[in-house]
């Protein structure tokens, strides 16, 4: 949703009823308890304008209807005034308890059992926490674009598309009150109206009159998600970013507009649309939920559609503030919620809106040297030279969790990659042209960290929790015959290799196929473990007090590197000789390449076994934020240079398939975008020598994967 999307849902709380609401809202008087209560606790900043004036309720107190809450006189209260509860009446029942955060901005209530941080935290402290607001109901979500954190009293949003000092608001839940008692109407039940069956497009309106491209009308296609909707050819197309949206509009996007308090002004007639694509975590249902309980829109309307080919939608019509009205149409095409928009002059939007529809998403076959990455709850693809980005497939995370993992086979047809559908984390199979999506592992445990044997026959992967889940200590090392699984019922040709009561992750096969090895620490602390395809020969292979991790194997199978992190946090690129160390005392065959004070980490071999890659600075525990750069070194520890010498945060290497080339992750430009750098310039030359930025969107882009 766009910035300005959202200010005009914020000053739709700026309108006055249809009936009965006073023509100018009262002034607090500073001498009454109410008043001088609103004037400590923030005034109108917090609360907003009074609504009412003092009246006597229903359970015979006195009470004020401001903007954003309820205050009534209460004796009891140390203070004498309280906010009726409106935020528990929103929500119904709070959520189950939540742990304790150990966070220094942030504060636990017992009471139900949740944690209040960060900026909302900040503007709860303020303008004074529980006796105002209430204890947390919930932890903080997303709603609607921007976070919100539900209390006995009030329901407090955090939106950083505002300026700082505004980014935390109270929802108006006082004016819906008030807009309730002076016109009960059905749009003011809407709110709370379950969501509406879809049967059959309107008739007023049949199918047949969707106006089509050949009837003087253009079609915008998206073939990254898959999508057309046609629109008049007199309209303009702008801000097109295929898999993410566009603007159509009836007017240059280049006339001079003003702007008042968030909302651009129209002429009579003119009308502009946004098409949105949202993350593929949403559904049509929740999205449709979350505007009707969005307490500060005022609906209008609320359909039930059907688009062409029976694709089902829903049609709001809202007001929007200084804009006047708006539509809004949600409708979900290859699993992700395309929203269309439209503000100013309404007349055109159900014709456009009926021939939103979906296409073939296109998708070539990827060349040898090919990306895939991973960027807004999918995997991507992007050729070397930037060209053919392509959506692949739909990665959606576990909640509060991250990306955890994907793989391309050894011959590159093939791309397994964890998915999350209701909370159930398994390992999907996808062809490289975007076919044969499959459930690989289909287990009722979360699976992550799929890695190909070197034939391609077979999977493994961590199945279990413990890594990324405290609560659930055990995880296990699970190796899966692709074909076997493909063709049988759930966990046909399933081995697990580990089977202890400990956590065991990352497996990594050996190029030659006859081991694998993976991190466990079911010695105590963190070590790298190898054991053979079938579970037997189960090894420590390191045996250090230290905490050991990222294997990586040479290509010839007779080395790993990892790097090694030592209680006072500093970490150093090692590699270690199998042989060696299987036969010999602990230590055996050891050699630190790196021995830095920096923080080096995530080795990654050069395909002839030439070099080691890694990436090299403060930010082993947060590279996001710090300055690392990608450094090359030869097995031996000679031959150490930097190959990307900025002041940014450079980490994630991985090598091209040729040598000759290390895609990476750097901030440089403000978000997670990947780049690359040529190996042989970057020796011979200085400063940015040989790099380029591949990606360039506002999303954050991880876990670069060349694609043999």
């Known amino acids: 949703m766009r910035p300005w999307l959202m200010l005009i849902l914020l000053l ?49 107190v006195v009470e004020q209807i401001f903007a954003n809450a309820i205050l009534y006189e209460n004796p009891a209260a140390p203070e004498g005034v309280t906010l009726r509860p409106l935020g528990l009446q929103t929500l119904g029942q709070p959520d189950p308890p939540a742990p304790e955060l150990d966070a220094a901005e942030a504060f636990y209530s017992t009471r139900y059992g949740h944690n209040v941080v960060y900026g ?52 108006a839940l006082g004016q819906q009150v008030w807009r309730a008692e002076q016109s009960p109407s059905p749009s003011a039940l809407a709110l709370n109206s379950p969501t509406p069956a879809v049967s059959h497009l309107p008739t007023d309106t049949p199918a047949s009159a969707a106006p089509t491209a050949s009837t003087g009308y253009k079609t915008y296609k998206d073939e990254v998600i898959g999508f057309a909707i046609d629109y008049p050819e007199t309209w303009v197309v702008w801000d097109s970013a295929p898999g993410f949206g566009a603007i159509l509009q009836s007017f240059p996007p280049d006339d001079a507009r003003a702007f008042l308090s968030g909302g651009e002004v129209f002429l009579p007639g003119e009308t502009k649309c946004d098409l949105h694509v949202y993350p593929e975590a949403t559904t049509l249902v929740n999205e449709a939920n979350a505007i009707r309980a969005n307490q500060e829109i005022t609906i209008l309307s609320d359909q039930a559609w059907q688009l062409e080919g029976e694709t089902p939608a829903v049609r709001f019509q809202l007001y ?19 929203a269309f928009e439209c503000y100013g002059s309404l007349s055109p939007f159900d014709g456009i809106a009926r021939t939103l529809r979906p296409i073939a998403p296109a998708m070539a076959q990827p060349a040898a040297g ?60 996808i062809n490289a ?29 961590t199945s279990g929790g413990g890594f990324f889940d405290p609560g659930f200590e055990n995880s296990e090392i699970n190796v899966v015959t692709v074909a076997n699984a493909l063709q049988g019922t759930d ?46 020969g189960l090894t420590n292979l390191t045996r ?20 090694r992190s030592q209680a006072n946090g500093n ?56 300055v690392n750069d990608i450094y090359v070194v030869n097995p031996d520890g000679t031959g150490l240079a930097n190959l990307t010498n900025d002041p940014a945060s450079d980490f994630a290497p991985t090598w091209s398939p040729d040598g000759k080339q290390i895609a990476f992750l750097s901030n440089r430009d403000g978000n997670h975008e990947i780049y690359l750098v040529t190996v042989a310039d970057a020796l011979q030359g200085t400063g940015s020598s040989g790099q380029r930025r591949l990606t360039n969107t506002p999303a954050h882009e991880s876990h670069p994967l060349w694609r043999s």
């Not at 964890?418 to 984390?425: K, L």
């Not at 071999?605 to 890659?613: C, F, I, T, V």
């Open 370 to 429: 090919t990306l895939a990455f991973f960027r807004d709850n999918a995997i991507w693809l992007i050729n070397a030279d930037g060209t053919g980005e392509a959506r692949l497939a739909d990665s959606p995370v576990p909640e509060g969790g991250g990306f955890f993992g994907m793989a391309w086979s050894p011959d590159g047809s093939r791309l397994a990659f964890i998915m999350t559908r209701d909370g159930q984390s398994d390992v999907y199979l």
């Open 433 to 461: 042209d975007g076919s044969g999506l499959a459930n690989l592992t289909n287990t009722p445990a979360q699976d992550f960290w799929p890695a190909w044997s070197p034939d391609g026959a077979h999977l493994a992967f």
């Open 544 to 563: 250090d007090p230290a905490d050991d991790f990222g294997p990586a194997w040479s290509p010839d199978s007779r080395r790993l590197a990892f790097h």
């Open 571 to 626: 970490a150093d690129v090692y590699v270690v000789n199998v042989a060696d160390a299987l036969q010999g005392a602990d230590g055996s065959g050891l050699t630190n390449l790196t021995n830095s004070p920096a923080n080096d980490f995530s080795p990654a071999w050069s395909p002839n076994g030439a070099r080691l890659a890694f990436a090299s600075g403060a930010g082993l525990t947060n590279p996001g934020l710090d």
């Open 320 to 338: 929007g503030g200084r804009m006047g009205e708006t539509a809004w149409l949600f409708t979900e095409i290859h699993r992700r919620v395309i």
């Open 491 to 536: 966990g046909a040709g399933l081995t697990n290799l580990t089977n202890a009561p400990s956590q065991d992750f990352f497996p990594a096969w050996s190029p030659d196929g006859s081991r694998l090895a993976f991190i466990s620490n079911r010695d105590g602390n963190t070590e790298i473990y190898l054991v053979n395809p079938d579970g037997s």
């Open 120 to 171: 909302i935290y900040t503007f709860y402290k303020t303008y004074g926490g529980e006796a105002v607001f209430g204890a947390p109901l919930t932890e903080v979500r997303a709603e609607t674009g921007r976070l919100a954190q539900y209390f006995e009293n009030a329901i407090i949003t955090w939106d950083t598309r505002l300026p700082a000092n505004q980014a935390a608001q109270l929802v």
């Open 12 to 60: 739709s709380a700026c309108r006055p009823a249809a009936t009965g609401a006073p023509t100018a809202p009262p002034s607090p008087n500073p001498a009454d308890p109410i008043s001088r209560f609103y004037e400590q606790h923030g005034g109108a900043r917090v609360f907003g304008p009074a609504l009412s004036e003092h009246r006597a309720a229903l359970d015979g």
